[in-house]
């Protein structure tokens, strides 16, 4: 097994491992520690394994992008992830501070190993996320599943401070549920998410209105019509964000294609990284960009620009959007209609599919 850190320099930064002394590097520095020294201190022969390596690849600075073939070991020795990486280990662990988990999903179905993405690692997500039992949130992720498998549609509704209710209308076309469970049993190649934990739908079909908090705090309206975000509209924050979105979507609108849809199934502490926080029970989280490595028909080269392939989470909950409620979340499937979430809460649907297995 080997473990994947990316730098913005990653041939200078990995070089006799440097970047320990130097201030910042949070995710790396958690990486060496508890992972690369961990391995290192007896848990490679306690577990049957050989290896332990540290790589460093260029970071992308945006979420699911392809990686660039170039790596360096910790000797500053320049490698090639095709050639020396990819073919020669079973397990890979990246440890990022951006999402790779669409392009090692893609490759590990080429060269066949298995491996985990914890993009965002931080002692939180150490403390809770990853120190929990993975074949009880296995269980509970298919438990929720099969309440929700087959959907034919999923609505919600967000109520914003000004009183008004928007409505997100997602077509699943009854397709099979999906779930991010954290388990790569066997020697089926396969990439997790960690931490894990939720249910998640591709969705065929997608209009209405959403609300967007962008990083820069500014709040907008989002409008969707056949499954693509078309414009932008200011609540409040910065005009100029909401300029800068809007000609995004106009010159590659395939930017905009609505490719996932996604609920929680972890009771867990706030991390204050997506990659925990959109696992816990009572959030819903939709993405844009890319969905390939979901099953999905959105592929890296159907965009303009390398860079616009991303496949980016917006997630939906009281810590990260305090000025968006989540009134209501439905289900149809059929006849039959279910309300999943009321107010960032699971309701009794839900926590009796949760229950029914215990």
């Not at 995710?27 to 049957?48: E, M």
């Not at 260029?58 to 050639?83: F, I, M, P, Q």
């Not at 739908?201 to 078309?230: H, S, W």
Request: with cysteine; charged share 20%.
């Amino acid at each position: 097994m080997c473990i994947l850190l990316a730098f913005d320099d990653p041939a200078e930064c990995i070089k006799d491992l440097s970047f320990l002394n130097h201030e910042g590097f949070p995710v790396q520095k958690s990486a060496h520690r508890h992972f690369y020294q961990g391995l290192r201190q007896g848990a490679l022969d306690a577990l049957g394994m050989t290896g332990g390596e540290m790589y460093a690849y260029r970071c992308t600075h945006g979420s699911n992008l392809d990686l660039a073939d170039d790596v360096w070991d910790t000797s500053g020795r320049h490698l090639s992830l095709e050639h020396d990486i990819y073919p020669k280990y079973d397990l890979i662990l990246c440890i990022s501070t951006f999402s790779a988990t669409a392009p090692l999903t893609a490759k590990c179905k080429t060269y066949g190993f298995r491996g985990a993405t914890l993009h965002g690692l931080n002692d939180v997500i150490l403390n809770s996320g990853l120190a929990v039992n993975y074949h009880e949130v296995s269980a509970d992720a298919e438990r929720l599943r099969l309440a929700l498998t087959k959907a034919d549609s999923v609505e919600i509704d967000f109520a914003l401070e000004d009183g008004r209710v928007l409505t997100a209308w997602l077509g699943l076309g009854g397709q099979e549920a999906q779930k991010s469970h954290g388990l790569c049993l066997g020697r089926t190649p396969d990439i997790a998410n960690l931490p894990a934990g939720e249910v998640y739908f591709v969705p065929c079909d997608a209009r209405g209105q959403f609300p967007m908090k962008y990083e820069d705090g500014t709040l907008g309206v989002l409008d969707v019509e056949n499954r693509c975000i078309i414009r932008s509209t200011l609540i409040a924050g910065n005009p100029a964000t909401i300029t800068a979105h809007n000609h995004r979507l106009t010159d590659d609108p395939m930017t905009g294609t609505i490719g996932e849809l996604g609920l929680g199934t972890q009771v867990l502490p706030v991390a204050g990284a997506d990659i925990q926080d959109e696992k816990i029970l009572g959030t819903c989280h939709l993405a844009t960009g890319r969905d390939d490595h979901l099953g999905g028909d959105i592929l890296p080269a159907m965009f303009k620009k390398h860079e616009n392939s991303t496949h980016d989470d917006i997630l939906f909950a009281p810590h990260k959007t305090p000025n968006f409620n989540i009134r209501q979340v439905r289900m149809k499937r059929g006849a039959q209609e279910e309300i999943l979430i009321e107010n960032f809460r699971p309701c009794r649907y839900l926590m009796d599919a949760l229950a029914g297995g215990r």
